[in-house]
């Protein structure tokens, strides 16, 4: 059950690192707010709420396929195919992207009013969140044999991928708010490296798992 629980948190974690709308979000809240410092707590909670919302969905949607060996490892592949694209698409992001370049003054369109909400349409407005779950998060369901049958594995689920949110946010959230003006641009770079690499090893080991040892129908 561990196991759930870290990679779960891992392979959010390696998401939330990458620059997005919902970072975007949080870092003009902690500057604009009066309390700027609490404000990654709101909007995860936003966000939270919204994945929660969805994970019940998919899994109540996809209720009857999931009894469907052919379904289960085909979602499995699918999706250890596209972390593996996206991990070689953050490392080459790295070689294009001009670190040195203040990460943190990017200006921000669209929603820009409470926090709690912003969480939610912030999410639902970008395109790659619904594309993750879609593929990504609903593979990893069917990896994990996460279902409404074991709901231990579908907590430990949800706290390990909203940790993961978490453990990034957060701080990027006091360290804006307290005044700082850029993250240092080196080791955000090797970061970001460092969870590309990730992504790919672990899209390599959830695509074989799948098809090695496949779940129970």
Known sequence: MIEIFLISFLVALTGALSPGPLLTFTIYKSIKQKRGYISAIFILLGHATIEFALIIGLLAGALFFFQNIIFLTIVGVIGGTFLIVYGILVVRDVYKTNFSKDLIQEDIKGFKGNSFVGGIVVSLSNPYWEFWWAFIGLSLLVSFNITFANP??????????????????????????????????????????????FMIIFGIYLMFNIIIFPPSA
Do not use: A
């Open 152 to 197: 231990l594995g579908l907590i430990l689920f949800f706290v390990g991928h909203e940790l993961g949110d978490f453990v990034w946010y957060v701080p990027i959230s006091v360290f804006v708010y307290l005044g700082g003006k850029s993250l240092n641009p080196k080791v955000y770079k090797y970061v970001l490296i460092v969870c590309g690499g």
